[in-house]
């Protein structure tokens, strides 16, 4: 099946910096979703991105599918923005999830 | 938000007892999922649901088993709960386009 794999696994930042997650997948997909598992377990859909970039606030993604990765641009990064980032992608009805990016930032 | 709730948030029970979770969603979505996650294993489908009364096994099924009776609630069971289903439970349901998935609060389940 369909492989995905996240890097860094973990990240510590001062409060301000930027940072950049990268998500690959070893197959073709028709989407992906990025998401944000807060301190208290709480997953938080950021972006649903097949393709091209999107914008929110802070955070931005890039899905390149014809190279097979995804990248999710955390700029200006508050303390608040702790926790594990995962990517995952459509596998048989299910989606299939990375082993995540966890981020600390520090105040 | 997607309207999904998740019943208990927490339990603790012992090793051998049945134990029944349920999820309750708030918008007709047809496509209800049940992952379990684990430290080093992420999330992992457990079982799904595509329509009242139409279910399949995910990845890691064994030991479980679900049932949907009405669009709003798909319920998951251990009909015989193991110390290896301790674990966090997460309830998800698709949106009409796309495959997008949003996730409930999860529950958090200790078998001891």
């Known amino acids: 099946g369909i492989q995905v794999e996240q890097s860094p696994p973990d990240l510590i930042l001062q409060e301000g910096a930027n940072s950049t997650l990268r998500c690959n997948f070893s197959d073709s997909v028709n989407n992906l979703q990025w998401f944000h598992q807060n301190p208290w377990g709480q997953l938080i859909n950021l972006f649903y991105?097949?393709?091209g970039t999107k914008q929110n606030g802070r955070l931005s993604a890039t899905t390149v599918a014809t190279e097979r990765y995804s990248l999710l641009y955390i700029s200006s990064s508050q303390t608040t923005d702790s926790g594990v980032y995962f990517c995952?992608?459509?596998?048989?009805?299910?989606?299939?999830f990375g082993k995540g990016t966890k981020l600390s930032v520090k105040p | 938000d997607a309207g999904i709730t998740q019943s208990p948030r927490h339990k603790v029970t012992e090793t051998g007892t049945p134990v029944t979770l349920r999820c309750h969603q708030t918008?007709?979505?047809?496509?209800m999922y049940w992952y379990r996650q684990d430290p080093g294993h992420g999330l992992r489908l457990i079982h799904y649901?595509?329509?009242?009364?139409?279910?399949d096994k995910g990845e890691v099924s064994d030991g479980y088993s679900v049932s949907r009776s009405k669009t709003e609630d798909f319920l998951l069971t251990l009909e015989s709960a193991t110390s290896s289903q301790t674990s966090v439970y997460f309830c998800a349901i698709r949106t009409g386009t796309g495959n997008e998935q949003f996730f409930g609060p999860g529950t958090r389940l200790t078998v001891l």
């Open positions: 995952a992608v459509p596998g048989q009805g299910n989606l299939i």
């Open positions: 649901s595509y329509g009242v009364k139409d279910t």
């Open positions: 918008e007709n979505h047809r496509y």
């Open positions: 991105i097949p393709s």
